[in-house]
């Protein structure tokens, strides 16, 4: 450059471009500005804080990002996927002919998730603004929000509107945390008829979940009675899942994953819808119990207890009006009498103590007992039912006329044990495992269980259980399998399922129950006796003959005292108990099978407070077995003497 | 050492332009002035000053006719002199702010789930308008932004009054909501308005003069006025950052350490006697305020969800578009204050590094013109808008990764807004203009210089 050349001097130069360099890079000294050099100093100390604090974000973001990363990316995992377990439908349950008899029923529901509101209770008014709830809803929401974990959503309301869920969906925005769901609720299209058997489910409580978190899901049922409880587990299926992806109001985004639930499995009843019906409109409101058994298998085909109840109301929740209702019945409609209700035998036992007698080989058959018309033992005396009593007897007239001494001395005879022995065998007094819940045991008493509960057994005791008084109790359904027993010789069990998801098991095979260890012979000689007692002269039974042509029925009478009858009462001579009331009159009891030479079915019936077993019990009785052999489609045509008369 | 790196780093830069700017013939080849050249401060156009001095000191210049025609022709024609402050304009360091803004228009555009129309687009017309404004502000000399400094601190305080007035008449203002009408955040303003202010002041008061403390106490007004308005609305962040700009240029323009040490030994003091006057309820109130993670679903659940964000982004990152919690609106103002985090979430650690280090050289690189400029009202200005630029970024970023509690600060140039992106580019221009008319000599008093 022109002005350097003209200076000329090198190292001149090389002192001014030098000096020049530093002016440049220490602006500070050149303007003689103390000012200035302290701004810089403290401007690049101020810049090294700057780039200090900017590093230490760096370092911070450095933690949060690479040391803490998983830990966080599994809390936004977290965050975003929500999922949810799909309720299954509960298993249907079909009668033996595939008439459905408990179903599930659509059923739109107001969810809430407690989890993806901040504002639980509001939003819950909020709710109640657009679809009214009233307290018990309310009380039962904080019950189950308190309970429940917060990821569960707790149900608001059932059986919506499709107007409701209208309104609710367009105040979706409002209502954070509600969803609406269809669920299915249980329907029994029969109500009352099968309420027993086929029992009932409700929501479950806090104790169920506890067991299972399946039960947790809203609109779960648990069975509470009968079938659906029994069966509870194989109805119930398994639970489907659904892994969605939400965003932060919980509005769901895409669905991740799907899992579908498996189906409760279809239980195939035993039962017989038709006939069930039929016999319940015979028996009409009397308190009474009456089962129908195939007695080649064991299969239970009706099983009426009346007065019954409305199974749907338990889903919803019974009333506390209605529950009264129930409770303070005499006639206790929601207990199912032919498992739970237990009923002195009266003379439907003689053939079990008959049978102890003949087993135990003590007393033959055609031995030969005087009665006079009452039995004693010490200082007591024991009354036969008939005042004058029924001269010498054999086993086949004591059975045909239920001689009540017969059985005192049969009894006394052979001993309690025996006679209990011969009982159980036969199915009275011991748990027949039906697919119930409550079933009770019944009892059939020995010296050893009186003593047991600090009391001495003596004679009279075995006297009075000998005609099936006393302490002895037995259920309609224990009748029924002794009367399936008497009549096959083999050890029938009954059973109400049939079929699970149509796949019938073995139990059709009349060869499935295995022969009671006993003589065929005593098995003859009480058909022979029960067949005396309906279609011979002087039976005990006439009324129950069979009006079919050519099908004859074998049963048993039993009048079961419930009250001990007073000598005063005997000696007035005109006791009659049909003049006492309601509940202290005797129970009516009427065990049969039919056809009597290739026996198929077995009926037990129990009247409470029918009076005679005779004159009440076995004309229904009879009528109920007509009804069961003309109902069988394929008994219909094979019935003997059926085929004749049409051909006649 | 460090002087001279960052001196020849700048220097190098410098003397490429004036090369280039030979070959434009535009201007001189060299900066700097030299010895012996008449000192002439320049009068109203300080655009000049530099070729002033230049022309002075190129006396045995043989091309000295050309020059001085060319002179006359800058003078006479005003646009050759806006193309020559065009020319000087630090186009890298406006390039780098492009940048940053880039990356917030690529944040903008996925917190608007994947669409401009919500938040990219507008954001990207403020940006322009912010880019225009910023070299409209770059051309104003020195003493044309002396001139405005009192008439914009006085408007500002005004304005901070009436937000105050229109809060209290209003409902109780949050310290994040956009507070003063549909658009406008005075508090903003403020912080530009105030460094503005002090610049202007400290250039009248000079180094020597400083250590007389009563001239410190008009900016100490000053600087408290504006951050007891902004406190009271309450808005604490941008009370933090205004008085720290007033901190760092009172720090700046020299003040004493003896002064500095008498004002902040007793500080501890103060507070702890202060702590124990207030009421219980006051206690708690401040206890809560530092620590948010009390409350995890009011105040601290955004930075609860901030930091998940953060976390589950790893190092590189969910992938642009697919960040879980910022799409699907876990994260609370993705677009505005927490819009780091977006960026963090789907660019990882390497996108979130990346931004830290680009607004530290926006920072180093204002630092810098505020050492490079040689008038004391420059120095001052241009520090004071890179402190606020600075303390922006520090607060918000540190509020997003949860080291201090929500404060309601955005992330300039990043977030989404109107009023802090226009307050940023207005800061940047002053700090253009700083650059631009870093050799003038305005505002220096003669005494000083012997």
Redesign the interface.
Known sequence: MPWRRADGDAGLMRFRRKREKIRRLMPAREQKDPGRGVFTRRALLLMAVQTAALGTLGRRLYDLQISNGDHFAKLADRNRTSKRLLAPPRGLIVDRFGVVVAANKTNWRALLLPEETTDVQGTIERFSAIVPLDDRDRSRLGREIRHKRKFVPVMLREFLSWDEMARIEVNAPSLPGVLIDVGTTRSYPFGPLLAHSVGYVAPSNEQDVAKSTLLALPGMRIGRAGLEQSQDVLLRGQAGSVEMEVNAVGRVMAELDRQEGTPGDEIGLTLDVGLQQTIQNRIGDMAASAVVMDCRNGEVLAMCSTPSFDPSLFDSGVSRAQWAEWTNDQRTPLIDKTVAGVYPPGSTFKPAVAMAALNSGLISATDRFFCPGHFDLGGARFHCWAKHGHGSVDLHLALKYSCDVYFYEAALRIGMDRIAEASHALGLGTDLGIELPHQRPGLIPTPEWRQKHKHHWNGGDTVVSGIGQGFVQVTPLQLATYASRIATGRAVDPHLVRAVNGDIGGQVDPQHSPEIPMDPKYFQALREGMFAVVNEKHGTAPKAQLTIPGVQMAGKTGSAQVRRVSRAMRESGHFNSAQLPWEYRPHALFICFAPYDAPRYAVSLVIEHGNAGADVAAPLARDIMTDTLLRDPVNHRTLPGQTVADAG | M???II??CL?RRWRTRGNLAEGLSLEG?L??HFPGASPLPCAGDAGICERDFLMEG?A????KPLRRFRKRLLRAEPSFRILSKLWRVSWIYVLLICGLAGVGYIALYSAGGGSAKPFAGPQAMRFGFGLVLMITVAMLPPKALVRISVPLYVVSLALLVVVLRAGHVGKGAERWVMIGGTQVQPSEYAKVALALMLATWFSRV???RMSNPLWLIPPAVMVLVPVGLVLKEPNLGTAVIIGGIGA?IF????MRLWQIALLVLPLPMLAKIAYAHLHDYQKARITTFLHPESDP?GAGYNII?S?????????WGQGYLHG??GQ???LPEKQTDFIFTTI?EEW??VG??AV?VL??IL??GG?MM???S?N?FG??LA?GIS?NF?LY??VN??MV?G?IPVGGVPLPLVSYGGSAMLNVMLGFGLLMSVWVHRNSRFG?EPD???
């Open positions: 460090i002087r001279s001196g020849r220097g080849n900066g700097g190129l045995l210049d043989s091309r000079s180094y020597a760092a720090f700046a323009a020299g679903l969800q930091k998940i964000a953060l976390g589950s982004g790893g190092m879980t919690q699907l609106n876990f963090a990882g650690y979130g590094a830290i607004l530290l920072i180093l630092m505020a050492i490079r040689r004391r120095r001052l520090l402190v600075f970024c520090l970023l540190s990764m080291a220096e000083e210089q012997a």
